[in-house]
């Protein structure tokens, strides 16, 4: 398993932008699956998007056309940008990663298949 650091979270208004970030110390993200989940108090994890490791992405609907995820060039960094954020998107939100040999994003993303998960970093959309 990896050790998975999120940064990136804050408070911002509602119409605003935020990029979260997925490392893992001392390691490279290029063979794996990443995933962005959330949770918001008093409900259950979702999936946000996945990217796998051909850079083949997956979104929830609620988050397409406002949401990107991305690798940097040296693979070490999966970003999550986020723009035109609303109130509903306040949660937790977490990474997390695996190997996705023989798998796809679109088959791991929504039942959260990922081995490796990272400690959550708090977004608040409020005005």
């Known amino acids: 398993q990896l050790r998975l650091v999120e940064s990136g979270g804050g408070v911002v208004q509602p119409g605003g932008s935020l990029r979260l970030s997925c490392s893992t110390p001392?390691?490279?993200?290029?063979?794996?699956?990443v995933g962005w989940y959330r949770q918001a108090p008093g409900k259950e994890r979702e999936e946000v998007s996945c990217i796998g490791s051909k850079d083949d992405t997956y979104y929830r609907d609620s988050v397409k056309g406002r949401f990107t995820i991305s690798r940097d060039s040296t693979r070490k960094t999966v970003y999550l940008q986020m723009n035109n954020l609303k109130p509903e998107d306040t949660a937790v939100y977490y990474c997390a990663s695996d190997p996705d040999v023989y798998r796809t994003v679109q088959e791991m993303c929504p039942g959260a298949d990922f081995g490796s998960w990272g400690q959550g970093t708090q977004v608040t959309v409020s005005s």
């Open positions: 001392g390691f490279t993200l290029g063979p794996y699956a």
